[in-house]
């Protein structure tokens, strides 16, 4: 499971262009690594962790870097069907 959300991650952040190409090589090979390993040493057992240490650092560093004031685009907020959660024509009788 582990080796999935490894390569899910990666792509995601290959396409969106949030992690650094090198990192999302590495994502892949540790990917692969751990979806062919075939021992518990403990060791190897650390790859996950460490890579998820490493994946958190990247984007708290990215965050830090974005001004206060930064916004997402409104389409970001959209929910299923392409409407905003916080609206009253959201679908449905309109009460939560």
Do not use: C, E, Y
């Amino acid at each position: 499971m582990a080796a999935i959300f490894v390569f899910t991650t990666s792509n995601i952040g290959r396409s969106s262009g949030v992690l650094p190409r090198w990192f999302v090589v590495v994502g892949f090979a540790v990917g692969l690594f751990m979806l062919l390993s075939v021992t518990l040493q403990p060791i190897l057992v650390l790859v996950f962790p460490v890579w998820l240490l490493a994946l958190s650092g990247i984007l708290l560093v990215k965050a830090r870097g974005l001004p206060r004031d930064a916004r997402l685009p409104s389409a970001a907020f959209r929910g299923p069907g392409g409407f905003s959660p916080d609206r009253d024509d959201a679908g449905g009788s309109g009460h939560h």
